[in-house]
Nanobody, 122 residues
Framework: QVQLIESGGGLVQAGGSLRLSCAAS????????MGWFRQAPGKEREFVAT????????YYADSVKGRFTISRDNAKNTVYLQMISLKPEDTAVYYC???????????????WGQGTQVTVSS
């Protein structure tokens, strides 16, 4: 069992930055791929970024490529999402998730956090 707790969300103006964190419980964190997803009101949950267990492989949605960076610190059981040049369309609840493989599909992830709200004002 893995518990995930996101933090770092908030209200920011367009063009601003935020760094989200996701702290995981358990001693098996380093065995899992980690992903970030987001869900805006009235929309389906969508893939944002994913990182392999060692941090050596990362993948991004086209909409965030070049603006968001996913990273992890296995010693701290934490995965991060650094977001710069934020846009109003980035407004959503952001979720972290853990799974066996890096993947774009939410169904590939087993454990999910409760989410953290990111609001970007224009």
């Amino acid at each position: 069992q893995v518990q995930l707790i996101e933090s770092g969300g908030g209200l920011v103006q367009a063009g601003g930055s935020l760094r989200l964190s996701c702290a995981a419980s358990g001693r098996t964190f380093s065995r899992y791929a980690m992903g970030w997803f987001r869900q805006a009101p009235g929309k389906e949950r969508e893939f944002v970024a994913t990182i392999g267990w060692s941090g050596g492989s990362t993948y991004y949605a086209d909409s965030v490529k070049g603006r968001f960076t996913i990273s992890r610190d296995n010693a701290k059981n934490t995965v991060y999402l650094q977001m710069i040049s934020l846009k109003p369309e980035d407004t959503a609840v952001y979720y972290c998730a853990s799974g066996r493989y890096t993947d774009y599909a939410p169904k590939s992830y087993v454990y999910w956090g409760q989410g953290t709200q990111v609001t970007v004002s224009s």
